[in-house]
Nanobody, 127 residues
Framework: QVHLEESGGASVQAGGSLRLSCAGFESMMHVYRYIAWFRQAPGNEREGVAS????????LYSEAVKGRFTISLDKAKSMVTLQMDSLKPEDTGVYHC???????????????????WGQGTQVTVSS
């Protein structure tokens, strides 16, 4: 059974940085196609933040985080990280990693494109 686990969430001030990690998918690495990060703020829908294609490490970012966040994959460690810089209060939320067996390019930042999810880690950015 796959158990994705996120870590690294914390409370920081605006302008600060955090690094999130996602592990637990090594047993399925050979069948997953994408790993992504999503976030959900209270009262809001879950939104895609960044996605990475396992085969060639091609990345995709939402407009809200482009230029500030970086997703990366360490295949040897079976770990995906999300480096978050220049954090803003609107980045606050629970961040989940998710894994996909495959989806259309247009769905890479859509929750419906992902089959396995972690429980999430809280990120709070204060002004």
């Amino acid at each position: 059974q796959v158990h994705l686990e996120e870590s690294g969430g914390a409370s920081v001030q605006a302008g600060g940085s955090l690094r999130l990690s996602c592990a637990g998918f090594e047993s399925m690495m050979h069948v997953y196609r994408y790993i992504a990060w999503f976030r959900q703020a209270p009262g809001n829908e879950r939104e895609g933040v960044a996605s990475i294609y396992i085969e060639d490490h091609h990345t995709l970012y939402s407009e809200a985080v482009k230029g500030r966040f970086t997703i990366s994959l360490d295949k040897a460690k079976s770990m995906v990280t999300l480096q978050m810089d220049s954090l803003k209060p609107e980045d606050t939320g629970v961040y989940h990693c998710a894994a996909s067996f495959g989806t259309m390019y247009s769905q890479r930042l859509q929750p419906s494109g992902y089959q396995h999810w972690g429980q999430g880690t809280q990120v709070t950015v204060s002004s």
